[in-house]
């Protein structure tokens, strides 16, 4: 448990939030529901809890409320975040923010991120993967996992262990050209769960119905980028590509522009996704920094730090 201070505001940063026990993927990396709802009694007691529009007008203002305050931010659109996380917010009157990519919600293909997930929860060997990914690259690019330069990679996770973490950089980074990438991760994926692509898209995002349901309740939703890329590394065209078609996909299905925010796919940004959120007037941009917002930060709108729900761990 972190240690709050008054006159601090914490945003919380959710992904997946499910009843594990019952789930078909038991050992993903996931909050369990009643660990939820404990955190939720537990804000309610402590915080002045926030909404979009409160924290907007803080932003504007330049103000700190005197007594601490929380926000929820729920990333990736998840069906969990429909089915667990919204009835319970609901019930406690309480708003959260809300960032489904666009694409997810009608492309019925996994993100990337989701599918190395769900690699990682069904094979617990983490070497049995690495051996595959080193398999498969030799076969397709003729290079092996040791041709590779790794000594660059500084081992830098609050929650994985240096395998995991090795893992995820080789089939998240750029070490292999991004369609040999795709063909390992893709082949690793349907090797190891074993399930067609579109029925567990289905099944793991939310879709246009449900999110103009949340919407019309008190829930408020964000930008995610269209497809969940790494903005820092794409082209001022690419990122204004992923940035637009993602406003211009909320306002299709109703939600409105106005008052709209973003956030960071994997917290990647740069210098030109500043002055393209600028110009698009997003409200303000929510990164994977960790720290509290106070009176020194509050006016930097398009660089907010989070905390993760592992941060506020309730007994």
């Known amino acids: 448990m972190i240690n709050t201070l008054n006159n601090n505001i914490y945003i919380v940063m ?50 700190i409320p005197k007594k601490k305050s929380i926000l929820l931010t729920f990333d990736d659109g998840y069906i969990d975040h ?3 996380v919204f009835p319970i917010l609901r019930k406690n009157n309480i708003s959260g923010i809300f960032y489904p ?8 293909k996994v993100l990337d991120v989701n599918k190395i997930h769900f690699i990682l929860e069904k094979e617990e060997d983490r070497n049995k993967i690495l051996k595959k990914i080193d398999s498969l690259s030799k076969k397709f690019s003729r290079i092996s996992i040791s041709d590779l330069n790794l000594d660059n990679i500084t081992f830098k996770s609050r929650f994985d262990d240096k395998n995991t973490f090795l893992i995820k950089q080789l089939l998240q980074n750029f070490f292999f050209p991004k ?5 390992i991760l893709n082949l690793i994926f349907e090797e190891v769960l074993n ?28 930008l995610h980028g269209y497809s969940h890329q790494r903005l820092e590394y ?9 940035i637009e078609n993602s406003i211009k996909y909320f306002e299709k299905i109703g939600i409105s522009k106005n008052n709209i925010s973003f956030c960071y796919p994997y917290g990647s ?19 994977t920094k960790l720290g509290p917002i ?18 506020f761990k309730i007994n």
């Open 195 to 222: 399930i067609d692509e579109k029925t567990f898209a289905k099944k793991l995002y939310i879709n246009k119905e449900q999110i103009t349901e949340m919407n019309k309740n008190q829930m408020f939703f964000g």
């Open 269 to 287: 940004y740069n210098k030109d996704t500043l002055s393209l959120l600028k110009k698009n007037k997003i409200k303000f941009a929510l990164t």
């Open 101 to 108: 990519p666009a694409q997810i919600i009608d492309n019925n």
């Open 82 to 84: 429909y089915k667990y």
């Open 234 to 242: 794409l082209s001022v065209k690419k990122q204004s590509y992923e």
């Open 294 to 311: 106070n009176i020194s930060n509050i006016s930097n709108n398009l660089e907010i730090p989070r905390f993760d729900t592992n941060d």
């Open 14 to 63: 959710y992904h997946y939030v499910r009843d594990l026990k019952k789930s078909k993927y038991p050992n993903l990396n996931a909050l369990e529901v009643k660990d939820f709802e404990k955190q939720i009694s537990y804000f309610k007691d402590k915080f002045n809890i926030l909404n979009q529009d409160s924290f907007i007008d803080i932003i504007d203002n330049n103000k």
């Open 179 to 183: 369609e040999i990438k795709e063909k």
